[in-house]
């Protein structure tokens, strides 16, 4: 008797215990996610603030909101200096892009096999990643001034760009070259293709989300670069530049909409490359 | 018995491709380092730049306060924002992998997309927000709890970690999420298992094996912060000037390069440092989490 209620009780105190600690779960998840949902939003009230500002029809960048207009919009695409620093930012994300996928898609297939020093290569591939950006800058800076070359965009800016992006390029594309089969390209020499036969119709194919990863990853670097710009330009003007300029002005709502273009700018490409790289 | 090692792939001279890349690098990385190197030794005076050999670019850094004080608190203020971003990150990166369900890619890419946008422009949408004129001061003073808008929010130590912690959270989420969703499920179920709670198997499986993640996050944060510029400039006001805007005035105001090459150099060395110290720590716990 004694026994059988000390057991009834045990399971029953358990069940409850159970049946507590399955609520705190259900409740730390309800938490959980209610506090993820309100940093999602917090990540991105700032920018949607800037896009609705865009839009006001007020003098300066600030509330109240007096009415619909894009006047702002208007004004941004008149705007001889936004048109030269647009040209010049896509300029100099397309060579960027084009130079550094070359160079770190061969790095990317060179590394395939292990050899002597490829531990070294590896690190000097990830060295701009730990590298701030302000001294990558002024290191590239003082190379150019050492040996008098004139900072300009498609000399220093290019070199610091592409030193900027390359990292990226060769991780993406690095996976894809670890991640092939030796195999099919074996297979498609068995049937007689040459090796550069095999390359383009097998190795490329297969690595190709990754090369293409690597292209809109290395132009959205590019594309949107300060620091390295703002030491390397010599006065040329990117978006980027541009932006920084208007920054220390009286603020309009022009800001905000150039501000307003760039991101959805970026926001497309990267979403081109989900889907690019997903297929 | 046949030498594996002598058996060569046909395709070995592909070693070769990897020489571009960091011909590249070797010049537009590491040589500019090692000219920021030779110009610390050398002197600026008023008539130019002299190849005069010395320390006396790291003596006049270590002489005073002002200097020291600035690196100081700029590793500090790195130090504290890597922290909190891990604390305020963690829980993100965990929700999206283990409890976001069928909504996941979705969490992901608005996580990835500020990750792919302008660092400046993610700084700068924090003016509008938080200056006097700002949409919190209207907030604020709509909602009563303020009586009159207040200039404090803008151009102080709290709007230079809000700016840092909102621009830096998406590169500390996304490989925190990476090294979660890469963790074998079974670990987990197996510790459960073994009557080990949800909490217990969150501390003593799931975050120990996911500190890769998180250390490669803090490092790109850690970077990032003790070289910044951007923020402090945009949204610490004058007394907000961290050690990257000092040393960017020796190249934009003054143009003292070899009193900005020391500086550069010795953040540099710091920045090493805390790297070393981030993996170091990461290899301690490794041990203990495997």
Same mark, same amino acid.
């Given at each position: 008797m004694e026994v059988s209620l000390g057991a009834t009780l045990t399971k029953d105190v358990s069940k409850a215990r159970l049946n507590w600690l399955t609520k705190l779960e259900k409740c730390a998840d309800a938490f959980l996610r209610g506090y993820s949902t309100l940093l999602y939003f917090i990540l991105y009230a700032p920018s949607l603030v800037l896009v609705v500002l865009s839009f006001n029809?007020?003098? #300066?960048? #600030?509330?109240?909101?007096k009415g619909f207009t894009v006047h702002w919009y208007e004004a941004l695409f008149r705007d001889a200096d936004v048109a030269i620093s647009f040209k010049n930012s896509l300029l100099v994300a397309l060579l960027t892009m084009s130079i550094s996928t070359v160079l770190g898609t061969l790095c990317a297939l060179g590394m395939r096999r292990r050899f002597r020093g490829s531990k070294w290569v590896y690190q000097l591939m990830l060295l701009p990643l730990v590298t701030p950006g302000i001294i990558s800058g002024i290191s590239v800076f003082l190379l150019f001034t050492h040996f008098s070359i004139m900072p300009s965009l498609f000399g220093s800016v290019l070199a610091g760009h592409i030193v900027f992006a390359l990292p990226y390029v060769f991780l993406v594309v690095y996976a894809r070259v670890q991640a092939l089969d030796p195999r099919l390209e074996e297979a498609a020499m068995d049937l007689g293709a040459n090796e550069t036969r095999t390359f383009f119709h097998v190795t490329l194919p297969l690595i190709m989300p990754g090369v293409l990863g690597g292209m809109f990853f290395s132009f959205l670097l590019s594309f949107d670069e300060f620091i390295r710009t703002f030491f390397l330009s010599g006065g040329e003007r990117t978006l980027p530049m541009l932006l920084w300029g208007m920054l220390f002005d009286v603020l309009s709502p022009e800001v905000a909409a150039l501000a307003t273009v760039m991101l959805f700018t970026s926001i497309g490409l990267l979403l081109i490359a989900q889907y690019w790289m997903r297929r | 018995m046949l030498n594996q090692k002598r058996i060569r792939h046909p395709m070995s001279y592909l070693t070769w491709l990897v020489t571009p890349a960091c011909v590249w690098l070797l010049i537009f990385l590491v040589l500019p380092m090692l000219i920021v190197l030779v110009y610390s030794l050398w002197e600026s005076t008023i008539t130019g730049i002299h190849p005069m050999w010395g320390l006396q670019n790291y003596k006049r850094f270590f002489e005073g306060t002002l200097y020291v004080g600035l690196l100081a608190r700029s590793l500090s203020t790195a130090i504290f924002v890597t922290i909190l971003t891990i604390l305020i990150g963690y829980p993100v990166a965990y929700f999206v992998a283990r409890k976001a369900g069928r909504h996941k890619t979705i969490y992901l890419i608005l996580v990835l997309v500020p990750f792919w946008t302008s660092y400046l422009l993610r700084n700068f949408a924090w003016m509008p927000v938080l200056g006097t004129q700002g949409v919190l001061n209207k907030l604020l003073v709509g909602l009563g709890i303020l009586a009159q808008p207040s200039p404090?929010?803008?151009?102080s130590k709290l709007a230079v970690y809000i700016g840092f912690v909102h621009t830096l959270l998406p590169y500390l989420i996304v490989p925190v999420y990476v090294s979660i969703e890469a963790l074998d499920p079974r670990l987990i179920e197996a510790a459960k298992d073994l009557g080990a709670s949800k909490i217990r198997a969150l501390l003593h499986i799931t975050v120990p094996l996911s500190m890769p993640g998180i250390i490669s996050g803090s490092i790109i944060v850690f970077v990032n912060v003790a070289g910044a510029y951007v923020t402090p400039k945009l949204l610490g006001?004058?007394?907000?000037?961290?050690y990257g805007n000092t040393l960017a005035d020796q190249f934009s105001a003054t143009y003292d390069l070899p009193f900005g090459s020391a500086l550069s150099l010795i953040l540099m060395v710091f920045v090493v440092l805390g790297i070393g110290l981030l993996n170091r720590f990461a290899s301690v716990k490794g041990l203990y989490g495997g």
């Amino acid at each position: 008797m004694e026994v059988s209620l000390g057991a009834t009780l045990t399971k029953d105190v358990s069940k409850a215990r159970l049946n507590w600690l399955t609520k705190l779960e259900k409740c730390a998840d309800a938490f959980l996610r209610g506090y993820s949902t309100l940093l999602y939003f917090i990540l991105y009230a700032p920018s949607l603030v800037l896009v609705v500002l865009s839009f006001n029809k007020s003098f #300066t960048m #600030t509330l109240p909101w007096k009415g619909f207009t894009v006047h702002w919009y208007e004004a941004l695409f008149r705007d001889a200096d936004v048109a030269i620093s647009f040209k010049n930012s896509l300029l100099v994300a397309l060579l960027t892009m084009s130079i550094s996928t070359v160079l770190g898609t061969l790095c990317a297939l060179g590394m395939r096999r292990r050899f002597r020093g490829s531990k070294w290569v590896y690190q000097l591939m990830l060295l701009p990643l730990v590298t701030p950006g302000i001294i990558s800058g002024i290191s590239v800076f003082l190379l150019f001034t050492h040996f008098s070359i004139m900072p300009s965009l498609f000399g220093s800016v290019l070199a610091g760009h592409i030193v900027f992006a390359l990292p990226y390029v060769f991780l993406v594309v690095y996976a894809r070259v670890q991640a092939l089969d030796p195999r099919l390209e074996e297979a498609a020499m068995d049937l007689g293709a040459n090796e550069t036969r095999t390359f383009f119709h097998v190795t490329l194919p297969l690595i190709m989300p990754g090369v293409l990863g690597g292209m809109f990853f290395s132009f959205l670097l590019s594309f949107d670069e300060f620091i390295r710009t703002f030491f390397l330009s010599g006065g040329e003007r990117t978006l980027p530049m541009l932006l920084w300029g208007m920054l220390f002005d009286v603020l309009s709502p022009e800001v905000a909409a150039l501000a307003t273009v760039m991101l959805f700018t970026s926001i497309g490409l990267l979403l081109i490359a989900q889907y690019w790289m997903r297929r | 018995m046949l030498n594996q090692k002598r058996i060569r792939h046909p395709m070995s001279y592909l070693t070769w491709l990897v020489t571009p890349a960091c011909v590249w690098l070797l010049i537009f990385l590491v040589l500019p380092m090692l000219i920021v190197l030779v110009y610390s030794l050398w002197e600026s005076t008023i008539t130019g730049i002299h190849p005069m050999w010395g320390l006396q670019n790291y003596k006049r850094f270590f002489e005073g306060t002002l200097y020291v004080g600035l690196l100081a608190r700029s590793l500090s203020t790195a130090i504290f924002v890597t922290i909190l971003t891990i604390l305020i990150g963690y829980p993100v990166a965990y929700f999206v992998a283990r409890k976001a369900g069928r909504h996941k890619t979705i969490y992901l890419i608005l996580v990835l997309v500020p990750f792919w946008t302008s660092y400046l422009l993610r700084n700068f949408a924090w003016m509008p927000v938080l200056g006097t004129q700002g949409v919190l001061n209207k907030l604020l003073v709509g909602l009563g709890i303020l009586a009159q808008p207040s200039p404090v929010f803008l151009y102080s130590k709290l709007a230079v970690y809000i700016g840092f912690v909102h621009t830096l959270l998406p590169y500390l989420i996304v490989p925190v999420y990476v090294s979660i969703e890469a963790l074998d499920p079974r670990l987990i179920e197996a510790a459960k298992d073994l009557g080990a709670s949800k909490i217990r198997a969150l501390l003593h499986i799931t975050v120990p094996l996911s500190m890769p993640g998180i250390i490669s996050g803090s490092i790109i944060v850690f970077v990032n912060v003790a070289g910044a510029y951007v923020t402090p400039k945009l949204l610490g006001g004058s007394s907000g000037i961290m050690y990257g805007n000092t040393l960017a005035d020796q190249f934009s105001a003054t143009y003292d390069l070899p009193f900005g090459s020391a500086l550069s150099l010795i953040l540099m060395v710091f920045v090493v440092l805390g790297i070393g110290l981030l993996n170091r720590f990461a290899s301690v716990k490794g041990l203990y989490g495997g």
